[in-house]
């Protein structure tokens, strides 16, 4: 068997990576709702004490046809299936912005219904293929 | 046996495989370059910004591939005190943190035109930077402490803290809702990425899986004459 030195060694390591281990959970368990990156639209309908003042990111799918454009100001509807929020945007927007696609808004919240917007950013999927394959893929879907 | 793993064994090894090595990179760079340059098709919706992929995802695998090896190198070491192994750590280290940098950098280039922002504190970004942090540490570690011994110690200690993070990393866009989109390739079940990106993909991590070997055979080369060097000196 392994000499006692060893041995030692051993469970001082064992001992040393359980209680970071244990000691990082707790730490991820407790910020939980501080490392999402976004709020969906049910998030913001099932929380009570909402700040209107601050900064927050709503994120989802970017509801067919709502998209419309209007002089300078864009506005549509994200949602996650369940719930949905109107979104007011003045600005740029980036590349991959489209509806039915996912998005990450950045702004206030005038009310429960309405989100002013001041920064919009595209998440995109994990899909990834040539513009010939999904020519096709339309034209079989019709 | 034992000669077998003896420093001077393991030099001549090292030149031969460094030769092996450099005599195929640049051929099968040329390769998995123009493949994933030229003959691979863009993206139906990021066009050419796709290309950014082929160095932007083998750069992130092989960064947490390398820090895996060096915190179960460090296990071992702190468990067993191989002295080959401590040296392997040393000789891992810089690459590894440069892939890092090479992952968040080609990221941040890569996430200007698609998500509209060069940054984003979301749960996989910050927790690739903590990675780079740790490697940072244990370089720097080296360079602090003289006494070999407990240069090695603490640094074992750094990259075996460090081992947590690495799920952390691989899950973070599973068990939050991040920025970052979830992993096209999946160990099991179907990827989402057409095979056509798939084998340029494929092609660039080996190259700079060779890429990463051969620094890393240099750096070990370099370790061992340091070590000779120093055996040199307490003989005068």
């Keep these: 068997m392994l000499p006692k030195k060893v041995k030692k060694r051993v469970s001082l390591l064992a001992v040393l990576l359980f209680t970071s281990v244990v000691g990082i959970f707790l730490i991820l368990n407790a910020l939980n709702k501080n490392i999402l990156y976004f709020n969906s639209p049910t998030d913001i309908k099932i929380n009570q004490n909402i700040n209107f003042d601050k900064k927050i990111r709503v994120g989802g799918m970017v509801k067919k046809n709502t998209l419309k454009i209007k002089d300078q100001e864009i506005r549509f509807i994200i949602t996650d299936l369940k719930n949905e929020i109107n979104v007011s945007f003045k600005g740029t927007i980036p590349n991959l912005f489209a509806e039915g696609k996912g998005v990450v808004a950045e702004g206030k919240l005038r009310d429960k219904k309405f989100f002013i917007a001041d920064r919009i950013l595209a998440k995109h999927d994990e899909n990834y293929m040539p513009p010939e394959l999904k020519n096709i893929m339309k034209e079989n879907a019709k | ?236």
């Design chain 2, 1 to 236: 046996m034992i000669n077998f793993f003896s420093n001077s064994n393991i030099f001549t090894w090292i030149e031969k495989l460094i030769n092996f090595v450099n005599s195929i990179f640049f051929v099968l760079l040329l390769v998995a370059l123009s493949f994933a340059l030229i003959f691979s098709p863009p993206d139906y919706l990021q066009g050419d910004s796709v290309r950014i992929m082929y160095v932007h995802v083998p750069a992130a695998w092989i960064s947490l591939a390398s820090f895996t090896c060096i915190a179960v190198f460090s296990i071992l070491n702190f468990i067993f005190k191989i002295k080959n192994l401590k040296l392997i750590t040393r000789s891992i280290a810089p690459i590894g943190l440069m892939f890092t940098c090479i992952a968040i950098i080609t990221g941040s280039i890569w996430g200007r035109p698609t998500w509209g922002t060069f940054w984003a504190w979301d749960a996989r970004i910050t927790s690739m930077v903590v990675m780079a942090l740790f490697y940072f540490i244990f370089i720097v570690i080296h360079k602090f402490f003289q006494e070999d011994d407990k240069a090695n110690k603490i640094s074992s200690i750094v990259a075996i803290i460090g081992l947590i993070n690495i799920p952390i990393i691989k899950y973070s866009v599973d068990w939050w809702s991040t920025l970052h989109q979830p992993a096209s390739i999946k160990i099991t079940g179907t990827s989402t990425i057409h095979s056509s990106m798939l084998v340029p993909l494929l092609l660039m991590f080996f190259v700079l899986i060779l890429y990463c070997a051969l620094i890393f055979l240099m750096k070990y080369k370099t370790e061992i004459i340091r070590i000779k060097s120093k055996n040199l000196k307490r003989y005068d």
